[in-house]
């Protein structure tokens, strides 16, 4: 059941259809977590190829088992700026539903933390920063053992152009 928001007439998830189990990982100092079912796997650091005119946090592709995944750098992807690898950098390959078909995208993260189940109780809804922010692709903040983590909708990280350049890109 989705309930009305007041901000600009966007939908808002209530918590109990966000509680679930979430696959948390850094970027900096902060936590964030992804829907478990969104996972499909977890590898080291591997050599990427990179691919020419793509964006600038589009590190490029690399052959995972015969197919060819594109890899994007979450921190460059929210303007974190660039850190460099340490062996608990890892890519997190993850189901994108785009419009016309799901694609699977590496996402490069600084460390994987641990699954989590976490109560529909526990999620708020993303706080307003003002109309200038994009937020809509976090879908909640999950409230855990004193901290805060940022529960993605990994299917909005992406715009839509973003999702069909990968394509072509795969």
Do not use: W
């Amino acid at each position: 059941m989705r309930n009305q928001a007041g901000v600009a007439g966007q939908l808002e998830v209530s918590g109990l259809e966000r509680e679930g189990k979430y696959l948390t990982f850094s970027l900096g100092e902060e936590e964030y977590g992804i829907g478990i079912l969104k996972v499909k796997e977890i590898i080291g650091m591997m050599r990427i190829t990179p691919v020419p005119q793509t964006p600038e946090y589009v590190k490029g592709v690399i052959n995972l088992r015969g197919k060819v995944i594109p890899v994007i750098d979450l921190r460059l992807r929210f303007g974190m700026g660039e850190n460099g690898y340490t062996e608990r950098t890892c890519i997190v390959v993850v189901e994108i539903d785009g419009d016309a078909c799901k694609l699977h995208i590496g996402i490069v993260v600084d460390s994987v933390s641990e699954v989590l189940n976490i109560r529909g109780a526990d999620i708020e809804d993303t706080p307003s920063f003002g109309t200038t922010l994009n937020t809509q692709y976090i879908l909640g903040m999950a409230k855990t053992g004193g901290g805060v983590k940022i529960l993605l909708d990994i299917d909005q990280v992406l715009s839509c152009e973003d999702v069909g350049f990968l394509d072509k890109v795969a």
